[in-house]
């Protein structure tokens, strides 16, 4: 059966017409881009916020582990194993109230060895010019809230060239801070390069001069006996 020509035509017409129509459609073409696009920008947008994160953590540590340098280094008399307790106490509530990085928090989590996301140790030491010419230093006292124990005093370590001042005094603060970005509680990945390893992803290392007194000795007093965690 033959269909009229005139009749052929209007079909033709007809099809071509709904493929300019479609054509001229983009909303289908748009949400296949979207589609695409938005699970990147997403993404982007975590990344950066999560960076913020880990930033603020770093900062934040940082900056609290050299305040206890600088509160030590200020005293006027000599320090019990109590003060430093109570130091250290005051100077990680700090660092962990209004801290909106995300942190581990199990309640009163700041014990003797530390929290997780916060360790570090102080030692006081008296550079000294060894019989062979060089300068080293000599460890008077030490306090750790970390999971160490304190070393006994007298035992001669490596000080950087600059503190090679026989005869200075320095308080030595080794910091732990333990870094957490969101991706770890995803389990993504861990940024933590070792798993057995307990202190931490960063650490921090600095000398601070004694400031304004000549002499800053641990003493033991009376309830207050040196333990694990204070040698004097």
Known sequence: MRVPADKLRRTVWSRNALLRRFARNAGGSVAVEMAFILP???AMAFLTWDAGTVYTQYNRALSNLYSVGDIITTRTQDVTCNQLDAISELVYDSYAHGNWARRIQDGDDFQADGALDFRFRIVMIRAETQPSGTVRGRTEWEYVRA??????PGQL????NE?????????HVEGFIYLRPTFNY?????????????DGL???????PIR??????LIEEPGDEFDAKCKG
């Open 40 to 42: 990147i920008f997403a």
């Open 147 to 152: 999971s160490q124990t304190a070393r006994e």
């Open 157 to 160: 370590i490596d000080i950087p």
């Open 163 to 171: 503190m090679r001042i026989d005869g200075m005094r320095y308080v």
């Open 186 to 198: 995803l389990g993504i990945f861990d940024m933590n390069p070792d798993p057995d390893r307990e």
């Open 202 to 208: 960063m650490e921090m290392d600095q000398f601070f």
């Open 212 to 217: 304004y007194v000549p002499n800053i000795d």
